[in-house]
């Protein structure tokens, strides 16, 4: 019987913990599906510079109309990176 309730503490600690990781995914979904819904534009590094420097404006104008912290601006930022860009970004980070 011992056993039984640090087993039943440890069980109900893991269910905070998956209540809490849930609520995170159903929160970031939201998000995503927000900042999807304003047309975010995506960018695959095949354009010139100004391209790049006007893409970077869009994308920061969308992020000046909601207030993301900057680790949240950087995941849906990089979400829209393509082709060339998402590899460099993955081999950067």
Known sequence: ???S????RRARQ?????????ARVEEMELIMAR?????PQT?????SSSDAESWFQHITGLFDRVRY???RRLSLATFQLRK???RWWRGAS
């Not at 309730?5 to 039943?8: E, G, K, M």
């Not at 893991?14 to 849930?22: G, S």
């Not at 900042?35 to 047309?39: D, G, P």
């Not at 960018?43 to 354009?47: A, I, K, L, V, Y």
């Open 84 to 86: 060339n860009t998402e």
């Open 35 to 39: 900042f999807q819904c304003m047309n």
């Open 69 to 71: 912290d900057d680790e």
């Open 1 to 3: 019987m011992e056993r």
């Open 14 to 22: 893991v269910d905070d913990e998956v209540d809490v990781l849930a």
């Open 43 to 47: 960018f695959d590094g095949e354009e």
């Open 5 to 8: 309730v640090p087993f039943r």
